[in-house]
Each structure stands twice: as C-alpha cells, then as structure tokens.
C-alpha cells in the first residue's frame, strides 16, 4: 500500500469546491511537515499549501490564498486541502508531500519537500 494516498480530485464546474485528502499509512509522518503540491497540463510542479506537524503555521502560494484551505486531523493522520471558488487555472494534478527534514520542525520550505503521493487530477471548467 502506499505510503501517501490522496483522493478526492474529480471535473467540477468554476466555482464549485472540493476537498482533497491525503491519507498518510506510515505514522512517523505525523511529525513532519506536509503540504500539497499541483501540476498543471505542461508546466512545472509548484507549491500550493503546506502546514507544520502539528498545524500550528501554514503557508499557501500567493494563488490560492483566500480560496484554499490547508488543515490535519492526527488521530486520522490525514492531511487535507480545501477548494473554494475553483478556477480553470486550477486545472492540475495534485500531490501531496512530506518533508522528511523537518521533524517536529516550525518550518515550511517549499524547496525541500522529499516525499510523494501518485497524485489526484482535478479538472476545472468553466
């Protein structure tokens, strides 16, 4: 099984909303940092949100703020994201990612994420 499992991408309409999770079966990945990353149609990956290990400091890209919500429940060891007011250009796959060098750690880097999921397609029309 893997290690990352996200779910709950699909084809929404502009404006809709949706909440993507991201279900961690290893248990050490409740004291790192996480955070969703998303890879549109023939561009590069880049960062959407990212959140401590235990929720005390998130960060999202300029993007999505005020429309995208970062949260974790640990009991569940879950990590989700969610999706308001969706747009066209939030058409991408989305993965979600561990930073396996920040153990208990109060830092989000965008740069040093190191661990991935197999992705959720979220398809956006207007």
């Known amino acids: 099984q893997a290690l990352l499992t996200e779910s709950g991408g699909g084809a929404v309409q502009a404006g809709d909303s949706l909440r993507l999770s991201c279900a961690a079966f290893?248990?050490?990945?409740?004291?790192?940092?996480m955070g969703w990353f998303r890879q549109p149609p023939e561009k590069e990956r880049e960062f959407v949100a990212g959140?401590?290990?235990?929720?005390?400091?998130?960060e999202l890209a300029d993007s999505v703020k005020g429309r995208f919500t970062i949260s974790r429940d640990k009991v569940k060891n879950t990590v989700y994201l969610q999706m308001n007011s969706l747009q066209p250009g939030d058409t991408a796959a989305y993965y979600c990612?561990?930073?396996?060098?920040?153990?208990?750690?109060?830092?989000?880097?965008?740069?040093?994420?190191?661990?991935w999921g197999q992705g959720t397609q979220v398809t956006v029309s207007s």
């Open positions: 990612a561990v930073d396996r060098s920040r153990y208990y750690s109060n830092v989000i880097d965008r740069d040093t994420f190191n661990f």
């Open positions: 290893a248990r050490t990945f409740t004291e790192f940092t």
């Open positions: 959140i401590t290990w235990n929720g005390g400091r998130v």
